[in-house]
């Protein structure tokens, strides 16, 4: 598969009123995507807020096991990270994650009150496209106060959203200048978070149902009533391309419209729950 890079003009630009506005902020949200925690970790990002207090929240949780959910929530302790794991669908997560912030930001509170006054804590909510960001704060403000949407790059600016003890800055979804582990940017790419209209989405579908064939065989193999005579990626992609109807004139196989459906069926979690790292 060709390189993956996506770094568009304005992820420059948000990069730099991010570092402007850092000022402002007590503390820093950090969204990552469950399925893969580590391939959303902008580095760029994490050189930023080096001297600032962050919360990583690994939103999405309900899309992975237990038991891989666990696993790196420990991978962050031992790394010495601010760690909570939640779905932002769910209101009980959100009051977990109203919490934590004032964990996190403890020191901050205390040493306003000290002085005899209220002040709320300011918050940059930050990651890489299509973690939830929005989601999250709308969940945070119990109103639709940021911009959602189901593809990378919805919100272009910076935003804050006041609440009664937070302050929120939303910001636009951003990726490193370059991706230097291809593997992760693939998963960034199987999620959304990097623009669909860059990508050869058959060759994304190929690498997906090669990692799927060695990760999660039985999935695949249920989702797609495969015979388990096929054993290539290539093989696998044209036994579902058969199954589903997906042939173009002369039998030939739409491999572009199974990728699509292939894709879509990841994102809809018609699958099954994907623990990509």
């Known amino acids: 598969m060709d390189n993956i890079q996506w770094y568009p003009g304005h992820m420059a630009k948000a990069m730099r009123l991010m570092k402007e506005a850092l000022s402002q902020v007590d503390g820093v949200i950090m969204v990552l995507d469950a399925r893969c925690p580590f391939a959303c970790m902008n580095e760029k990002l994490n050189e930023m807020f080096a001297n600032k207090s962050v919360l990583f929240v690994l939103n999405k949780a309900d899309l992975i096991e237990r038991k891989d959910l666990n696993a790196y929530i420990e991978k962050f302790v031992k790394l010495g990270k601010n760690v909570i794991a939640l779905n932002a669908k769910n209101k009980g997560d959100v009051a977990s994650l109203y919490s934590r912030i004032f964990e996190v930001l403890k020191d901050k509170v205390e040493r306003n009150a000290n002085r005899g006054y209220f002040k709320p804590v300011r918050v940059m909510v930050a990651g890489i496209p299509n973690t939830g960001k929005s989601t ?5 403000s119990g109103a639709k106060k940021a911009q959602v949407g189901d593809k990378a790059g919805v919100t272009r600016s910076n935003q804050w959203i006041k609440l009664d003890k937070i302050e929120l800055l939303d910001t636009p979804g951003t990726t490193p200048p370059s991706f230097e582990n291809q593997e992760m940017a693939r998963h960034l790419a199987y999620i959304g978070s990097i623009n669909d209209e860059i990508m050869d989405l058959t060759e994304l579908c190929l690498c997906f149902l090669e990692e799927m064939n060695e990760k999660y065989p039985e999935k695949l193999k249920e989702r797609y009533k ?13 036994e579902i391309c058969k199954n589903r109807g997906f042939l173009v004139k002369k039998g030939e ?5 199974c990728a699509k459906a292939v894709i879509d069926d990841l994102r809809s979690q018609k699958i099954g729950k994907i623990a990509f790292e």
Do not use: H, K, M
């Not at 495969?226 to 044209?238: A, D, H, R, V």
């Not at 196989?253 to 419209?257: I, L, P, S, T």
């Open 136 to 140: 999250i704060i709308n969940a945070l």
């Open 226 to 238: 495969l015979s388990g005579s096929s054993e290539t990626p290539l093989e696998i992609y044209e």
């Open 253 to 257: 196989y739409d491999y572009e419209r």
